[in-house]
């Protein structure tokens, strides 16, 4: 391990201090420009670490984004960020004060749950450069060196789960002295940052403030968000003011409960005059904060809740007649920008916060719909290749990156020896081809391709004598909502026909990318395996026009994953819809069968059903936690129960993504408009009008512009009109059959529809 780096960065060494761990350590030094300021021509920052840092320049930020270098694989991809900050050097009048603040971040922050503390290292530290370039060709270069000088701060404690502590009465103090010192630093893990930093977004201000039954002073901002609390407050010096946070109340207190083991509290020490706290080394999800200590009456607009999130662009719009739909779509939306922080996680409040791999292979489309996520997922899966190769035995780890790896288990702790999971898995191959379809681009994928081979190679060995991958422990069809709140790994659909299925997916795809990528002997291989594996599920799981455990899971599976022959569909699909019409349309699939259950239906003669499977307002429904006042949407279908209180499970949460999956069959269904061809190089716009939904706009921002459709159905004649931008052709369908191709500008149709 060397101090210095060769490459990038390479006249910095990686310097760290000893202090309690809870502290943020500063870093300074004063820099005298070699020339007047006013020579200056360019000045670049470049710098990343072990934790998260802040820069400043002479008390300046350098850089908007906040939580740097954000979370990746460490031990093989540690990103670092470039800055321009020209415009904060060109101003000195004498030497330039270049500080930096390091917290504990994802690198030593006790990552886990059930008290796993994982931790990347003991020790955090900071590695950074100056260059400044000056008119006459002259360059000057400032590195992180151990003549540095290094201190505490105002900032006391720092814990992603647990919170911020600030005390104002330190601001502009120089702290405790520590000593510098160059720290261990693998310099070949470097690269340059790939996906979008974590900025702040929105900024919502509170809808109501009040007193609780106990007293408590609480404080509603009307969203379910991700990010923190900013406030402005004045008091006597050395008044504590404590923020607590929580997604939801219950007993119209503030609902702690699902955040287990975090503290999720935020705590500030008043200097005596107007202070301004905003804790950026820590992150919350809330709706609901408790405000304790605040001196004198609380006004509204000393508070405002931040969101944080990674910068990824909204690309897609839909607005319909029924509002509640119109709710779980902005729930599908909110969900994906507060769990696409840093990388795609489970949830964004608890003692979790990880990148799940089954939450984002099941959503993978639905996040390419409303967000740009290029660049963030090609970033998680080159996290997820690196992970899987150096896993023992190579396979796909359930969480991207693998922190888990360095918790401490207990003998019988939940996830110690779960591995090899289908769907969670195979994100390794249904992430990209979820990225292929909406961006279309070969070099990505090519990039890809290497994580979902490694992962094939992983489970090929795993399937039994019979070709069916049926062996081994299987979260399968997680949250089924039949299953029991302390076992959601219990489903109705059988574990072996749920593996097999998303494996064969995963193989047929990985056969597709071979072929387009021009690895002709390996599209062979994958071809092969994938027949293999098609005619071991029709031989072991298909029989008398059903299919093993004969539950809406299984048939939605074997129809949209390709398992069935095409005579075969007629017979699976109405099986499928006599499945859900037994339940009363109610919601009986978990993380495997919800994304698909109303595709099944919908191709395949169906959309009535699709529809009222989509409108049901009862639980476990789609709707029914929009009745229940959701902004997000929640891990379980009944997160929260119809009196008000909160699910007796171990593991609730108000902000997952996965059960949201739905809205890319809303945009392309219901709103009309998918894509054609795999980035959107054409479009189909096909609304499929059902009952309960009377009109429909949707717009996408593809690359060529935004292509927006909108539908309205009255008296039995739907009228839709379309917006082609240039560069982009489209092929428009009726539902009476007719089909138009069109280009550029505003086209209007009309037609007979009988809906339901």
Same mark, same amino acid.
């Given at each position: 391990?060397?101090?210095?780096?060769?490459?990038?960065?390479?006249?910095?060494?990686? *310097?760290?201090?000893?202090?309690?761990?809870?502290?943020?350590?500063?870093?300074?030094?004063?820099?005298?420009?070699?020339?007047? +300021?006013? &020579?200056?021509?360019?000045?670049?920052?470049?710098?990343?670490?072990?934790?998260?840092?802040?820069?400043?320049?002479?008390?300046?930020?350098?850089?908007?984004?906040?939580? %740097?270098?954000?979370? =990746?694989? #460490?031990?093989?991809?540690? /990103? @670092?960020?470039?800055?321009?900050?020209?415009?904060?050097?060109?101003?000195?009048?004498?030497?330039?004060?270049?500080?930096?603040?390091?917290?504990?971040?994802?690198?030593?922050?006790?990552?886990?749950?059930?008290?796993?503390?994982?931790?990347?290292?003991?020790?955090?530290?900071?590695?950074?450069?100056?260059?400044?370039?000056?008119?006459?060709?002259?360059?000057?270069?400032?590195?992180?060196?151990?003549?540095?000088?290094?201190?505490?701060?105002?900032?006391?404690? %720092?814990?992603?789960?647990?919170?911020?502590?600030?005390?104002?009465?330190?601001?502009?103090?120089?702290?405790?002295?520590?000593?510098?010192?160059?720290?261990?630093?693998?310099?070949?893990?470097?690269?340059?940052?790939?996906?979008?930093?974590?900025?702040?977004?929105?900024?919502?201000?509170?809808?109501?403030?009040?007193?609780?039954?106990?007293?408590?002073?609480?404080?509603?901002?009307?969203?379910?968000?991700?990010?923190?609390?900013?406030?402005?407050? &004045?008091?006597?010096?050395?008044?504590?003011?404590?923020?607590?946070?929580?997604?939801?109340?219950?007993?119209?207190?503030?609902?702690?409960?699902?955040?287990?083991?975090? &503290?999720?509290?935020?705590? #500030?020490?008043?200097?005596?005059?107007?202070?301004?706290?905003?804790?950026?080394?820590?992150?919350?999800?809330?709706?609901?904060?408790?405000?304790?200590?605040?001196?004198?009456?609380?006004?509204?607009?000393?508070?405002?809740? !931040?969101? !944080?999130?990674?910068?990824?662009?909204?690309?897609?719009?839909?607005?319909?007649?029924?509002?509640?739909?119109? /709710?779980?779509?902005?729930?599908?939306?909110?969900?994906?920008?507060?769990?696409?922080?840093?990388?795609?996680?489970?949830?964004?409040?608890?003692?979790?916060?990880?990148?799940?791999?089954?939450?984002?292979?099941?959503?993978?489309?639905?996040?390419?719909?409303?967000?740009?996520?290029?660049?963030?997922?090609?970033?998680?899966?080159?996290?997820?290749?690196?992970?899987?190769?150096?896993?023992?035995?190579?396979?796909?780890?359930?969480?991207?990156?693998? !922190?888990?790896? @360095?918790?401490?288990?207990?003998?019988?702790?939940?996830?110690?020896?779960?591995?090899?999971?289908?769907?969670?898995?195979?994100?390794? +191959?249904?992430?990209?081809?979820?990225?292929?379809?909406? #961006?279309?681009?070969?070099?990505?994928? +090519?990039?890809?391709?290497?994580?979902?081979?490694?992962?094939?190679?992983?489970?090929?060995?795993?399937?039994?004598?019979?070709?069916?991958?049926?062996?081994?422990?299987?979260?399968?069809?997680?949250?089924?909502?039949?299953?029991?709140?302390?076992?959601?790994?219990?489903?109705?659909?059988?574990?072996?026909?749920?593996?097999?299925?998303?494996?064969?997916?995963?193989?047929?795809?990985?056969?597709?990318?071979?072929?387009?990528?021009?690895?002709?002997?390996?599209?062979?291989?994958?071809?092969?395996?994938?027949?293999?594996?098609?005619?071991?599920?029709?031989?072991?799981?298909?029989?008398?026009?059903?299919?093993?455990?004969?539950?809406?899971?299984?048939?939605?599976?074997?129809?949209?994953?390709?398992?069935?022959?095409?005579?075969?569909?007629?017979?699976?699909?109405?099986?499928?819809?006599?499945?859900?019409?037994?339940?009363?349309?109610?919601?009986?699939?978990?993380?495997?069968?919800?994304?698909?259950? =109303?595709?099944?239906?919908?191709?395949?003669?169906?959309?009535?059903?699709?529809?009222?499977?989509?409108?049901?307002?009862?639980?476990?429904?789609?709707?029914?936690?929009?009745?229940?006042?959701?902004?997000?949407?929640?891990?379980?279908?009944?997160?929260?129960?119809?009196?008000?209180? *909160?699910?007796?499970?171990?593991?609730?949460?108000?902000?997952?993504?996965?059960?949201?999956? !739905?809205?890319?069959?809303?945009?392309?269904?219901?709103?009309?408009?998918?894509?054609?061809?795999?980035?959107?190089?054409?479009?189909?716009?096909?609304?499929?009008?059902?009952?309960?939904?009377?009109?429909?706009?949707?717009?996408?921002?593809?690359?060529?512009?935004?292509?927006?459709?909108?539908?309205?159905?009255?008296?039995?004649?739907?009228?839709?009109?379309?917006?082609?931008?240039?560069?982009?052709?489209?092929?428009?369908?009726?539902?009476?059959?007719?089909?138009?191709?069109?280009?550029?500008?505003?086209?209007?149709?009309?037609?007979?529809?009988?809906?339901?």
């Amino acid at each position: 391990m060397s101090h210095h780096t060769a490459g990038p960065l390479a006249e910095a060494t990686f *310097i760290t201090a000893d202090a309690d761990r809870d502290a943020v350590l500063r870093f300074r030094t004063d820099v005298t420009l070699d020339q007047p +300021a006013d &020579q200056v021509t360019s000045a670049v920052v470049q710098a990343t670490a072990h934790g998260v840092y802040e820069l400043s320049i002479d008390g300046r930020p350098v850089t908007d984004s906040v939580l %740097n270098p954000v979370w =990746t694989a #460490y031990e093989w991809r540690l /990103q @670092y960020q470039s800055f321009d900050v020209t415009e904060l050097v060109r101003p000195a009048s004498g030497p330039v004060r270049f500080e930096a603040r390091v917290g504990n971040g994802w690198y030593r922050g006790d990552l886990g749950f059930e008290g796993l503390a994982a931790n990347y290292g003991d020790e955090i530290g900071v590695l950074a450069e100056l260059v400044i370039d000056y008119a006459d060709g002259a360059r000057q270069v400032v590195g992180t060196s151990t003549e540095w000088t290094a201190s505490t701060c105002e900032v006391t404690a %720092n814990s992603l789960y647990n919170g911020q502590s600030i005390d104002a009465r330190l601001r502009g103090t120089d702290g405790a002295p520590l000593t510098v010192r160059a720290g261990a630093f693998d310099a070949s893990r470097l690269v340059a940052q790939v996906g979008p930093l974590v900025t702040r977004h929105e900024v919502l201000t509170p809808q109501r403030i009040w007193t609780s039954p106990s007293g408590r002073t609480l404080v509603d901002f009307g969203q379910n968000l991700v990010g923190w609390v900013r406030l402005s407050v &004045q008091g006597p010096a050395g008044t504590v003011v404590t923020v607590r946070h929580a997604e939801v109340l219950e007993h119209d207190e503030l609902g702690t409960r699902p955040l287990r083991a975090a &503290q999720a509290t935020d705590r #500030y020490t008043l200097s005596g005059g107007v202070d301004t706290f905003e804790p950026t080394f820590t992150f919350h999800g809330f709706r609901y904060a408790e405000i304790e200590g605040w001196p004198g009456a609380l006004d509204a607009s000393a508070l405002e809740a !931040v969101v !944080v999130h990674s910068a990824i662009a909204p690309t897609m719009t839909f607005e319909c007649s029924d509002p509640l739909v119109n /709710q779980l779509v902005s729930n599908s939306i909110w969900g994906q920008k507060g769990n696409f922080l840093s990388v795609p996680t489970d949830c964004p409040q608890r003692d979790e916060r990880l990148g799940w791999t089954g939450d984002i292979a099941v959503y993978a489309a639905t996040a390419a719909a409303q967000f740009d996520v290029a660049d963030f997922l090609h970033s998680w899966l080159l996290d997820l290749a690196a992970e899987t190769v150096h896993h023992d035995p190579p396979a796909v780890p359930v969480v991207i990156p693998d !922190v888990l790896k @360095y918790g401490h288990y207990a003998p019988d702790a939940p996830f110690s020896d779960v591995h090899s999971q289908a769907i969670w898995s195979d994100a390794a +191959a249904w992430v990209p081809q979820a990225l292929w379809q909406a #961006y279309g681009d070969r070099d990505r994928l +090519a990039a890809h391709y290497p994580g979902m081979v490694a992962h094939l190679n992983s489970i090929e060995p795993l399937l039994s004598p019979t070709g069916l991958w049926d062996v081994g422990m299987q979260l399968a069809d997680w949250l089924d909502p039949d299953a029991p709140p302390d076992a959601p790994w219990v489903a109705k659909a059988d574990p072996g026909v749920v593996a097999t299925a998303s494996f064969y997916r995963s193989v047929a795809f990985a056969s597709e990318a071979a072929t387009l990528l021009g690895y002709t002997s390996d599209a062979e291989r994958w071809t092969v395996l994938a027949d293999r594996l098609r005619t071991a599920f029709r031989a072991h799981y298909i029989a008398d026009e059903r299919i093993t455990s004969d539950c809406a899971t299984v048939y939605a599976l074997a129809i949209c994953f390709g398992l069935l022959d095409h005579d075969e569909l007629p017979w699976a699909a109405r099986r499928l819809a006599e499945v859900v019409r037994a339940r009363d349309h109610l919601v009986t699939t978990g993380f495997a069968g919800t994304p698909y259950v =109303t595709w099944a239906l919908s191709e395949h003669g169906y959309v009535e059903d699709a529809y009222k499977l989509l409108l049901q307002t009862g639980c476990p429904s789609w709707l029914y936690p929009v009745t229940m006042g959701a902004t997000t949407i929640w891990e379980r279908w009944d997160s929260m129960l119809p009196d008000g209180t *909160i699910n007796p499970g171990d593991m609730t949460s108000f902000n997952h993504y996965a059960l949201g999956a !739905v809205a890319d069959w809303i945009y392309q269904v219901v709103g009309g408009l998918r894509p054609a061809e795999p980035g959107w190089r054409s479009v189909l716009i096909q609304p499929r009008p059902g009952p309960g939904i009377d009109w429909a706009k949707v717009s996408y921002t593809a690359a060529a512009g935004e292509v927006r459709s909108e539908w309205r159905s009255t008296d039995g004649t739907l009228e839709l009109t379309v917006h082609v931008p240039a560069g982009l052709e489209a092929t428009i369908v009726l539902p009476d059959g007719t089909r138009e191709q069109r280009g550029e500008g505003r086209h209007e149709f009309t037609c007979a529809v009988a809906i339901g």
